[in-house]
C-alpha cells in the first residue's frame, strides 16, 4: 500500500528549496468498514436527511449554521469561513537547529515524516548532514 501525502510543499533553508511531502509515521489502529448492501453489495451512500419534513436533501440545499440557542441559528456561509482562515502557507522556513531535549514531548502525540519528494533527494540528505 502506497503513503498518501496530507501535504505537499517546501522546506527551504539559506539559498536550498527542498519539495517535501508530510506523510503519517504511524498507521492509526483502527479498522475501517465499508457499509454495503446485502443483496448486491454496492457501497452505501450517506444521505441528509431532513427529519421535519422526512425527505433527503440535496447538497446544494444544505448550509451551515452556528446554534446560539435552542433552535436558533447563526447562518454562515462558505465565504465567511475562507475569508476568517490564516493563510495556508506552503513553505516551511528553518531558521535553527534546536536540541531534541528543548521539544516539548506533547509535539509527539502524532508523529509524521517529512519525505522529499521527486526532485528533492539529493538536497534532502544534504539538510541531513
Not at 446544494?60 to 465567511?80: F, H, M, N, T, W
Not at 509527539?108 to 528533492?120: E, I, T
Amino acid at each position: 500500500m502506497a503513503v498518501q501525502a496530507i501535504w505537499t510543499g517546501t522546506i527551504s533553508f539559506s539559498l536550498v528549496a527542498i519539495p517535501v511531502q508530510l506523510v503519517k509515521a504511524i498507521e492509526p489502529g483502527r479498522v475501517s468498514f465499508h457499509l454495503l448492501h446485502r443483496k448486491d453489495y454496492s457501497p452505501l451512500a450517506r444521505r441528509m436527511f431532513c427529519p421535519r419534513e422526512e425527505v433527503t436533501v440535496p447538497p446544494e440545499e444544505v448550509i451551515r449554521g452556528y446554534e446560539i440557542g435552542p433552535g436558533k441559528y447563526l447562518l454562515i456561509a462558505d465565504e465567511e469561513l475562507e475569508s476568517v482562515s490564516p493563510e495556508r502557507s506552503r513553505t516551511i522556513e528553518i531558521v535553527e537547529f534546536i536540541d531534541l531535549q528543548e521539544v516539548d514531548p506533547l509535539y509527539f502525540d502524532h508523529p509524521y515524516y517529512l519525505v522529499p519528494a521527486k526532485g528533492g533527494e539529493k538536497a534532502y540528505r544534504l539538510l541531513g548532514r
